[in-house]
């Protein structure tokens, strides 16, 4: 018997029909864990780095974490995972809602997609029964709606539909994947689905998913609920709202704006706006928001209340998480939160990603008032600023006139529409729209997040490390008071040192030695919280989370039998991050890809930049160009990858 | 007619305290594994969260008595502008829905209340108190009190009802001369 994992991944080629039920090595679990390990491990195995985006060869892979279907409370993640059409890296979007758990029910750890579909089809899993199902009358179908139907079709309110709307039909590069209350949504992956003609997955199962040793498990499981409990009763003091308590910035739930909306960024990543949350805005948005919040919801098993029932006026009901409440209103320079409302619904049914897709629409309105984009390009798109957004993602979603070229995201489309465009690409790291932030002087840890993750994305990259120093010694005394999370205790004299300002402030402090070993522990919570499934809201990206490093591992042994210590999981965090270094090192990503916006921060330092860059490369056993070693890849079992990337001539023999 | 006390337990539901996340069933269907929390699998549970999600309902029903036929009603209300369908909130495991019934068997599910257990798990771990546990007393006729049945009384009756009694007489002994 196979315990938390299924044990077996079911493998659907398109271009044939074939569906195969094929058993997976239990190695791959010690090796890899689960979700993205071994998700990463079969994109190795089997996607050659000559593969593009669009190319049949492209695997798409919808994955459970280890501890999906489990009691253990949010770990409900569905990673999916491909070669993204936008960064040409092997792109990981992850989606909450309730999908993994069914279809680790259903008695599958991973979907495995290959080559295309000639029709557009929707594949149904349900336990031993699965069928690929004619969506001929689906296209065109919004991502909710499309969710709905075939729910109906099936007579199953209990099936869980993962789908694309009109965007991932028409392979735009921002195109997500829908799912309940939740999406995929970065780097393309509902691109990827409707490349290969995939409306929709529908998945329902009612197996069982055992665990090794129950007694030890709710024993855990008891200790998660206690700090939930605790964390609700005793909020974090002397940080923001947003951060004070568990789960992920719960923006369906808290009204207060201030700090997202005057520290972000706003149109193209441009403006602060200092002086914006007025006690007129305050008033205005909180009632809008519980006029349109109908019902604030979960994810599977997991207590906090991230996503919301939304119910606006006469817009179709949708669920809308987190943070597409202000990206459209923010880019749009509206100042109306129902705005907000009304274009999310819409870009919802299109399935496209909220962070990425906004910035873009930005990106044209400042194209054409800056003359680059004309009114030949504008014809027909009301001027004012809420219709102006409407029209424009109609047309990205649509791929109608300048939507085709803007549908390839700001990178891309700046490049083809020339004429100074380039210079309006202001927010992009890899070819991916970043958080519009821009703030004062670098930060280092920061500066290391966004240049160097695989994720490519730095909302869920940071979380367990205060976003900036304490002003007094009595507030940093109360943090490092009570925080167990910690890897090592060296940690909370760093934040005790740690100064507002002067010598021990930012840039310089925390020193590129600290940084690495900071920006490391958070990376590895990440891998850990990928693998299994967990949200990191309420593990890597909250601030002293329920989860840990020095409980997963009791966790993870009793639910899978495995024998495994605080080092062994941090081996296999390592091992799997160091195989998908390895693998977008093989797709061609090198030091030089690794910078942030050059004006994310007002002032740089080019000099501590590069070491920052140096010293961590050093710390994570990597070369000066950012490819791990052959020393550090033998020592994580992975002297295979590295004969390849000899082979290859991305490692040269003997000089690291 | 002689009034006699009887402690009745029961689960309060609050359907709009539900956050939808399913708990209930996952714990539910952990408690009763054999050996308890070695497996779990929602289908199993005897509490189900009936998700009408675009209409905003997501209502905990925790099952009661087994029914050995359909029953006649199918009509919908409106209640606070939400259409519920009855079959929503009824409790019985009956022959058309697969509802409160295991998958493996069809054999239908009551809750327990999780006998033996301070309250029943789903209380317990309904972290956002969607569910209240409850005793109380009241007075009922004595002719009125029945025994609850047992699990396996209501598995053998309804397979009774299923395949008749003399099929399940059959069945048994032939099962029992296997030894």
């Known amino acids: 018997m196979r315990y938390a994992e299924a044990g077996y991944y079911l493998e659907v080629d398109l271009a044939t029909g074939n569906i195969e039920r094929v058993a997976t090595d239990p190695k791959l679990m010690e090796l890899h864990l689960g979700g993205l390990g071994t998700s990463v491990k079969v994109h190795w195995d089997r996607v050659p780095p000559e593969t593009k985006a669009f190319d049949p060869e492209n695997l798409l892979v919808f994955s459970t974490g280890l501890l999906n279907g489990t009691p253990v409370f949010s770990a409900n993640r569905t990673v999916v995972s491909f070669i993204s059409p936008q960064s040409g890296t092997l792109a990981y979007p992850m989606m909450g809602g309730f999908f993994a758990a069914e279809l680790k029910y259903s008695g599958y750890d991973k979907i495995i997609f290959k080559n295309k579909s000639p029709d557009w089809v929707y594949l149904y899993v349900s336990n031993n029964k699965v069928e690929l199902r004619d969506a001929s009358h689906l296209q065109g179908r919004g991502a909710v709606e499309t969710q709905e139907l075939i729910r109906k079709e099936l007579n199953d309110p209990k099936a869980q539909v993962a789908a694309i709307g009109l965007a991932g039909e028409n392979r735009v590069f921002t195109a997500s994947i829908e799912q309940s209350r939740s999406s995929a949504s970065r780097l393309g992956g509902g691109a990827i689905m409707g490349d290969k003609k995939i409306k929709a997955v529908a998945v329902r199962g009612t197996g069982d998913v055992f665990l090794a040793h129950p007694e030890a498990f709710m024993r855990e499981m008891q200790g998660v609920t206690d700090y939930i409990k605790y964390r609700w009763e005793n909020p974090i003091k002397d940080v923001m709202t947003i951060l004070s308590g568990i789960g992920s910035p719960q923006e369906m739930l808290h009204t207060d704006e201030k700090w997202h909306t005057e520290n972000f960024a706003w149109g193209n990543a441009r403006t602060r706006r200092r002086d914006f949350w007025t006690e007129e805005i305050d008033e205005s948005w909180s009632k809008s928001q519980h006029g349109a919040v109908k019902r604030l919801i979960s994810c599977y098993n997991c207590p906090t209340h991230c996503g919301a029932l939304i119910s606006h006026k006469d817009t179709p009901r949708y669920m809308a998480k987190c943070f597409g409440k202000l990206t459209y209103a923010m880019a749009a320079y509206v100042d109306d939160l129902d705005f907000s409302w009304k274009i999310l619904q819409r870009a919802t049914e299109y399935g496209v990603d909220s962070f990425s897709t906004p910035q873009i629409l930005a990106f044209a309105v400042e194209l054409y008032e800056a003359g680059i984009l004309t009114d030949k390009d504008f014809k027909g798109c009301p001027s004012d600023k809420e219709g102006r957004f409407f029209w424009l993602l109609d047309r990205v979603a649509r791929r109608e006139g300048i939507g085709d070229i803007l549908a390839d995201g700001v990178y891309f489309a700046a490049r083809k529409i020339g004429n100074g465009a380039e210079a309006f690409d202001h927010n992009t790291i890899k070819k991916h729209e970043q958080l519009p932030i821009k703030l004062g002087t670098l930060d280092p840890l920061y500066f290391l997040m966004y240049s160097t993750n695989e994720k490519i994305s730095i909302t869920q990259m940071e979380g367990q490390w205060p976003q900036s120093a304490f002003p007094t010694m009595e507030q940093r005394q109360e943090f490092v008071r009570d925080w167990p999370q910690i890897p090592d205790e060296k940690f909370k004299q760093i934040v005790l040192d740690w100064e507002l300002r002067g010598e021990k402030s930012i840039p310089y402090f925390p020193t590129p030695d600290m940084c690495s070993e900071i920006v490391d522990w958070m990376e590895m919570m990440h891998n850990i919280d990928d693998a299994v499934g967990m949200c990191c809201g309420m593990s890597s990206f909250c601030l002293k989370p329920p989860y840990h490093i020095h409980n997963y591992p009791k966790i993870i042994s009793a639910a899978t039998g495995m024998d495994l210590d605080e080092a062994g999981l941090k081996q296999i965090a390592n091992r799997s991050r160091n195989l998908h270094r390895a693998y977008n090192n093989r797709l061609g990503i090198r030091r030089v890809d690794e910078k942030p916006p050059e004006d994310h921060w007002k002032k740089r330092f080019p000099e501590l930049e590069e070491e920052l860059l140096s010293t961590y490369y050093t710390y994570k056993g990597w070369n000066n160009d950012g490819i791990p070693t052959r020393e550090k890849l033998e020592e994580l079992d992975l002297g295979y990858v590295a004969d390849d990337l000899e082979k290859r001539g991305i490692l040269k023999n003997g000089q690291n | 007619m002689a009034k006699i006390k009887k402690k009745v337990r029961t689960i309060t539901v609050n359907a709009d305290k539900c956050n939808g996340c399913r708990t209930c069933e996952i714990m539910c269907s952990a408690f009763h594994a054999v ?145």
């Open chain 2, 35 to 179: 050996p308890p929390y070695s497996s779990n699998n929602p289908a199993r549970s005897r509490i189900q969260v009936i998700t009408n999600r675009l209409e905003d309902i997501w209502m905990p029903v925790f099952a009661g008595e087994y029914t050995e036929s359909e029953c006649m009603g199918r009509n919908k209300y409106i209640i606070d502008g939400k259409e519920y369908n009855e079959c929503d909130s009824c409790r019985a495991a009956c022959p058309s829905r697969d509802l409160f019934k295991e998958p493996d068997s069809g054999l239908p599910l009551k809750c327990d209340m999780c006998d033996g257990e301070e309250q029943p798990v789903c209380v317990k771990w309904c972290l956002v108190d969607a569910l209240v546990y409850e005793e109380r007393e009241v007075e009922v006729d004595e002719k009125d009190v029945k025994e609850t049945m047992t699990e396996m009384e209501v598995g053998l009756e309804s397979l009774v009802s299923k395949h008749g009694f003399q099929k399940v007489m059959d069945t048994v002994a032939r099962l029992s001369k296997k030894g």
